[in-house]
């Protein structure tokens, strides 16, 4: 069973930037999607990037051109570079992965099976 450990949240004013990091540990098998959720206060979890073991990648039309998921190396941390950051990406932010059915791509919503505690990034105006 794969365990998630998230870092790199934070408090940042409008125009700025985070990176998260997500350090995937234990097995995690050849085919898998790895991403990144995020929730505010009172609405449902919604995905935001993901990325697969061939390196390819979906995002949310709101995080597009600002966010990059990345996973240098297959190295079993991917990191979520967050560039012009806007109060509205204010939330909870959670990691997650699960195992790639043959012959399917990830997307950004896709079902998880493991979870990550989650990390804080919060965006003043």
């Known amino acids: 069973q794969v365990q998630l450990v998230e870092s790199g949240g934070g408090s940042v004013q409008a125009g700025g930037s985070l990176r998260l990091s997500c350090a995937a540990s234990g097995e995690r098998g050849g085919r898998y999607c790895m991403g990144w959720f995020r929730q505010l206060a009172g609405k449902e979890r919604e995905g935001v990037a993901v990325?697969?073991?061939?390196?390819?990648?979906d995002y949310a039309e709101a995080v597009k051109d600002r966010f990059t998921i990345s996973e240098p190396n297959a190295a079993r941390t991917v990191y979520l570079q967050m560039d012009n950051l806007n109060p509205e990406d204010t939330a909870m932010y959670y990691c997650?992965?699960?195992?790639?059915?043959?012959?399917?791509?990830?997307?950004?919503?896709?079902?998880?099976?493991?979870w990550g505690q989650g990390t804080q990034v919060t965006v003043s105006s």
């Open positions: 990325i697969d073991d061939y390196g390819r990648t």
């Open positions: 997650g992965a699960s195992p790639r059915l043959y012959g399917f791509r990830c997307t950004r919503g896709f079902e998880v099976d493991v």
